[in-house]
């Protein structure tokens, strides 16, 4: 993980019981947990390893409405107006800029794809362009590449994961939320067949509503209490350089690198072109249901059967109210793939010589949960009164996720939705 995290000091002592309880201290359970204690509802949120250890730190800041679906784009929208006024709702910066997201393509047919994400998304007048090889050039100079065009959207930006999720919990707490870390929980507490508390490694708490936001984790929580969230993990692997003088502010993605500025004065190094796929029993179970998603990235995924199979299939699947597998698995660390770094690192170096004098401070990976269209699910749960899930971001909900976890928090108070919720109903996998 990043060294840059911030830590946070959160309370220690379990309520008795609470309105919400939300499950699951990253970027969506906390903003969902900020927002309901804007609202005066009384709010816990329960992570088992601390706040914002995993994807929610080690993403790459990207803050974007290039590429996504059309149905996607309003939450993205209202995250950027959300991301605007952060300082002033939460007191400090958060390291977000406006400073535009340009993606590259090296053939007619990248540049075709697009082109033809542009035209999809026409009707909600975004500010994205085309953009020549010699306009490339005029906004990121000293370049070499040679580039069929790109797309760029001058709105897009970034912010700090390392310190935007614990600003946030910060936040939460100043407004009453109740934040205790290092506490797992087990499994949900059911009455007439609704929610009524959970249970945690530290007790139980009793309470009319529970919003689970629990990443990775969320299919396997979900199976225990007989519910079937489709999500497979990949494995992204991030660098970061020690400062230095770069060509550019704009968060440039090719088809095999991306870069950004970071706070630090380095950039945050990825390879774009190919993710760690490792193999899981969930492949076997729900694979299939991937197949279009497999067609369209074969050459993007690096299968591997290795420590992650045998470590999958040795944690239980259900457990009851005792001990269950996320006390112990406080945070996923999983191993950086130094060789995807290096190879990002010299894609770069050659489309922008000015990296050449880059040198690495840290490396880190993530592990990313994926739905079999790419999108993620906030919605509440028909079969189980009282729950809502807000979940399996497929890689792009650091973006959104203050919408998103505001969202959340909509559909658990009753209140009117900041979007319309619709393309994220669970019922659609
Ligand atoms: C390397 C990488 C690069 C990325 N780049 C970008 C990017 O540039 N832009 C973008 O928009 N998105 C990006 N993403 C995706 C983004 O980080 C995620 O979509 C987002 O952070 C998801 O937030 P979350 O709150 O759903 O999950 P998480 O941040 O994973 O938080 C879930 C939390 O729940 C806790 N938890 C799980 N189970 C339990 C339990 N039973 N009890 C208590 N706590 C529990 C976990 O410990 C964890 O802290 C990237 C992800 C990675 C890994």
């Given amino acids: 993980m990043t060294t840059t995290l911030e830590s946070i000091t959160t309370d220690n002592v379990l309520p008795a019981s609470t309105a919400v309880v939300i499950i699951g201290g990253g970027i969506v359970g906390v903003t969902a947990a900020l927002t309901l204690a804007e609202r005066n509802i009384p709010v816990v949120l329960l992570e088992k390893g601390h706040i914002a250890g995993e994807q929610s730190s080690r993403n790459l800041g990207w803050i974007r409405k290039t590429s996504r679906h059309l149905h996607d784009v309003p939450l993205a929208l209202a995250a950027d107006r959300l991301w605007a006024q952060m300082p002033e709702r939460i007191g400090r910066s958060v390291g977000y800029r406006q400073a535009g997201i340009m993606f590259l393509a090296k053939t007619e047919k990248q540049m075709a794809m697009h082109e033809d994400w542009l035209k999809s998304v026409a009707p909600m007048s975004l500010d994205s362009t085309l953009l020549t090889p010699q306009a490339i050039d005029a906004r990121v100079p000293g370049g070499r590449g040679d580039w069929a065009g790109a797309v760029f959207t001058a709105s897009d930006g970034r912010a700090e994961p390392a310190i935007a999720t614990t600003a946030l919990a910060n936040a939460a707490i100043a407004k009453g939320a109740n934040i205790i870390q290092h ?247």
């Avoid at 936001?213 to 991030?238: D, E, Y």
């Fill in 183 to 429: 506490c797992a929980v087990r499994s949900l507490s059911t009455a007439a067949g609704k929610v009524c508390g959970v249970v945690t490694e530290k007790g139980e708490i009793r309470c009319d509503q529970v919003l689970l936001a629990a990443g990775a984790w969320s299919r396997r929580f979900l199976g225990n209490q007989r519910i079937s969230l489709p999500t497979l993990p990949l494995i992204c692997s991030v660098l970061r350089t020690q400062p230095m003088e770069g060509p550019t502010d704009i968060a440039v993605g090719a088809p095999d690198f991306s870069f950004r500025k970071h706070q630090g004065g380095g950039f945050v190094i990825t390879q774009r072109g190919k993710l760690d796929a490792p193999l899981s029993l969930d492949h076997l179970l729900i694979g299939f249901r991937y197949l279009n998603q497999l067609r369209q990235q074969a050459g993007f995924l690096r299968i591997s059967l290795g420590r992650y199979f045998a470590d999958d299939l040795t944690m239980p699947r259900r457990w009851g109210s005792n001990a269950s597998p996320f006390e112990q698995h406080r945070t996923t660390n999983p191993p950086v793939n130094e060789q995807l770094n290096q190879d990002a690192l010299s894609n770069l170096r050659q489309a922008w010589p000015a990296f050449n004098q880059a040198s690495i401070a840290e490396s880190w990976a993530g592990l990313i949960d994926v739905t079999p269209d790419s999108n993620p699910v906030i919605d509440r749960i028909q079969s189980l009164p009282g729950l809502t899930i807000a979940t399996g971001f497929s890689g792009h909900g650091f973006g959104t996720g203050p919408a998103a976890g505001q969202l959340a928090a909509d559909l658990v108070s009753n209140t009117k939705p900041i979007v319309d919720p619709t393309p994220y109903r669970f019922n659609r996998l």
